[in-house]
């Protein structure tokens, strides 16, 4: 959405229940029992899922604006993963197939969905995929209000449980549990959680909730063990400061972050980036850090908009042969693309022109979600 950032510096072991053998209500008896453990980013994935900009909600500027990253993303995506199109409705499917056949994309690996939505921003309303104990994939559906209820958010509240029933997948409903967007947690693949208390442990969220609930439900649901806490920024942006745009898990020993001086300029409090670059893995092992530049200039849109501010690059998404980089016609997109090559070098870095989609409020990451194999 249009200044979708609200300052400028953007920038269950479970059981079947008798209506619907396919709703896991969780079991609230068990507070501290590991019953799902979440998949890494990097781990095989079957597809991609993009919610796709529509004109329903913000006008047609702001869908004919995104159009172009969408279609980038598709291109970069289908030649080793599905890619899950959600159109919000078939005059939609049909514009969008339009599009994509215009810029040579074959339609073979992509699969459309007809869901209503609000906007573009699928890792924080979209399913959260974890393997069970007995190592089936199920869709987890957590609460997501609008970052606190800041704007529209009841269309695409619905996504994950509409999701699982399509692909008739088990969908644990954490609706009454907890509110929790997919980019305000990182996790490392090896029982490790970051985050940061202010997009979590806030009264626009979950109200009276404790850290120590929190961890429990984490622990629970995604088997996450042990925890990285910053205290994060409540009110920098809409997502009162979620870790994805600063820092991130580049595998199992690696975070990938800023160095101090941009981590102060995106507001990271100081307290933070200490404890940051003092974290340790759950066997107390110290991570390696990467650390990538913020663009050398301020973000200026196709269409000419000055920003104001710098992009991070922390804000990739890594598929199954590619990893795609926010870039912003920018010099530093070059040695950023190069930095994140090092981390990957079986996958192919693409970068993608985000500058329209960051004048709303996000990047890469913010847009996608991975489904695993």
């Not at 900009?53 to 004919?64: E, F, S, T, V, W």
């Not at 940061?196 to 979950?206: E, G, M, P, Q």
């Amino acid at each position: 959405m249009k200044n979708l950032f609200l300052t400028v510096l953007l920038l269950p072991l479970f059981s079947s229940c008798q209506e619907d053998e396919l709703t896991a209500k969780p079991d609230e008896s068990i507070n501290t029992a590991i019953m799902y453990t979440m998949p890494e980013e990097s781990a095989p994935h079957e597809g991609t899922w993009l919610q796709w900009p529509h004109q329903y909600q913000y006008g047609i500027d702001y869908r004919n604006d995104l159009d172009a990253t969408w279609v980038a993303m598709t291109k970069s995506l289908t030649g080793s993963e599905k890619v899950f199109i959600i159109a919000y409705d078939v005059t939609e499917k049909n514009r969008i197939t339009t599009l994509l056949k215009d810029a040579g994309i074959s339609l073979s690996n992509i699969e459309f969905k007809i869901f209503k939505t609000d906007d573009v921003w699928v890792r924080d309303n979209g399913p959260i995929y974890v393997k069970d104990k007995n190592n089936q994939l199920v869709i987890q559906d957590w609460g997501f209000n609008g970052w606190g209820k800041k704007v529209a958010f009841a269309n695409c509240n619905t996504i994950p449980s509409q999701i699982a029933a399509d692909q008739k997948t088990t969908v644990v409903d954490l609706n009454a549990v907890m509110i929790n967007e997919g980019g305000a947690v990182e996790v490392d693949g090896n029982g490790t959680l970051l985050a940061t208390r202010s997009a979590i442990l806030n009264s626009n969220r979950n109200p009276g909730m404790t850290q120590l609930e929190a961890e429990a439900n984490f622990k629970k649901y995604l088997g996450i063990t042990h925890f990285i806490w910053l205290d994060g920024k409540a009110g920098r942006e809409i997502t009162d400061m979620h870790i994805d745009g600063f820092a991130r898990f580049g595998s199992v020993n690696t975070i990938v972050t800023m160095n101090e001086d941009d981590l102060l300029y995106w507001e990271v409090p100081q307290t933070d980036i200490t404890t940051l670059y003092n974290s340790k893995d759950k066997n107390g092992k110290a991570y390696t850090f990467l650390k990538l530049p913020l663009s050398k200039n301020n973000v200026v849109t196709t269409y000419s908009k000055k920003l104001g501010y710098k992009g991070s690059y922390v804000n990739y998404y890594i598929g199954n042969t590619v990893v795609l980089v926010p870039n912003y016609n920018d010099p530093n997109d070059a040695i950023a693309n190069q930095l994140i090559q090092t981390l990957y070098p079986s996958r192919k870095v693409i970068g993608i022109d985000v500058r329209n989609l960051y004048a709303n409020g996000g990047m890469i990451h913010c847009v996608t979600q991975q489904q695993p194999k």
